[in-house]
């Protein structure tokens, strides 16, 4: 005699159903995005300050965010600056980090993002150490007083390298100009200085965050060289040897 039992189709379906739910979801969980992680080129407050020489370390091969409100115009500054929009090469002005690998292929890294823009970024952390560094303004976006001197900062990047676990890189071309206001009588030409920098730093492992760091440190010490020709009169700017 054959008995025939019906409640275990349902719970088999029930079964099959719970287990093609939760392979589903680990999927899921398997495939979410690694959140982007943002980064400044701006050094943090209190950062120790960096001399003007300019340093290279570390072998290097062969191939190898928005900027600061502005300051109000003190009556004791001695001058202001103008730092103009930075130029850089279309191809790195990207929002992701770009890396170099050892055979020369550039990866941006898609979690890795900048804060802004990198020519608003490396402007705005020009223009912040500057003023660290020298106790003047920045002036672009306010009026200045008659008779201040302005000096007019450009800053033109034609290298911004970045090699994981070995070192960050920048080229920079950058000039200084003694702005005459229309009308005002000079004696002689307005002072100008053009100026090539190139930094090299070190990282000291391979993370994204050591990366970051050495270019702000370059940074840095770019800003270190431009204050050191502002620090002298216009007549005497000279490019750091």
Known sequence: ??????????????????????????????SSPTPARYYTLQ???????????????????????????????????????????????????????????????VVPLENARWLGPLADEIRAAVVTQLGRTLGVPEVSAVSVPAGLP????????????????????????WSVR?????????????????????QVESVSDESTPALIQAHQQSLARLSAQIAATLARPPAEWRCPA
Request: glycine share 8%; aromatic share 4%.
């Open 150 to 173: 302005v000096y007019r900062v450009q800053l033109d990047v034609t290298r911004f390298d970045t090699v994981r676990g070995q070192y960050a890189m920048q080229d920079v071309a």
């Open 178 to 198: 003694e702005m005459v206001p229309a009308g005002q009588a000079t004696n002689g030409s307005p002072a100008v200085v053009l100026c090539q920098s190139r």
């Open 43 to 105: 050094r943090p407050a209190g950062s120790a300050p960096v001399d003007a020489a300019v340093r290279t370390t570390g072998a290097v091969p062969a191939q190898a965010s928005a900027a600061p409100a502005p300051a109000a115009v003190s009556g004791n500054a001695r001058f202001a600056l103008q730092v103009l929009p930075v130029r850089v090469p279309p191809a790195i002005d990207l929002p992701q980090v770009l890396v170099r690998s050892s055979e020369g292929e």
């Open 1 to 30: 005699m054959y008995r025939q039992i019906t409640l275990r189709r349902p719970l088999a379906r029930h079964a099959l159903m719970a287990a093609g739910l939760g392979a589903l979801l680990g999927l899921a969980a398997c």
